[in-house]
């Protein structure tokens, strides 16, 4: 996951034996969304509930910060969400993907961090909105970097 040690964290409803398998360095895990993150992590079972979190925790993340989405792997977890589905969602939230990866047997993950002002992002899942800007900075972009 690439976390470096001391980093400012949230981490959202972490399964005891997932958050485990993470085998995170020593971070500065904050109780409360309060101020800028280094490292965000959400484990979520849903689409609803991912439309919900994602504006609520994107202004806490840092420029160079990355939000983690944990989710169930398999339908037979009871869940509606898939990597095409997580990538769709985050976009349409300014946030752009980078990893994925397995947790344990039970969560997938995938990276998000900020779109960087200029670049153009194409993904057949998802797309930045036509204009979008970012609170960290206070700089504004739109997806084909004009």
Wanted: net charge neutral; hydrophobic share 35%.
């Amino acid at each position: 996951m690439g976390l470096r040690e001391g980093a400012r964290a949230f981490v959202v409803d972490p399964p005891a034996a997932s958050w485990l398998a993470i085998d995170a360095p020593p971070l500065d895990v904050a109780d409360e969304l309060d101020g800028l993150f280094d490292y965000i992590h959400l484990f979520t079972r849903g689409a609803v509930e991912l439309e919900r979190e994602l504006p609520r925790l994107r202004p806490h993340l840092g420029s160079t910060g990355s939000l983690w989405v944990s989710w169930p792997k398999g339908r037979k977890q009871g869940t509606d969400l898939t990597l095409p589905r997580v990538i769709e969602i985050g976009y349409r939230h300014v946030l752009v993907e980078s990893t994925c990866l397995s947790v344990d047997a039970t969560w997938s993950a995938l990276k998000f961090t900020r779109p960087k002002p200029g670049k153009v992002y194409r993904n057949s899942y998802g797309r930045l909105p036509d204009r979008w800007g970012d609170a960290s900075t206070g700089t504004s972009g739109d997806r084909d970097g004009d």
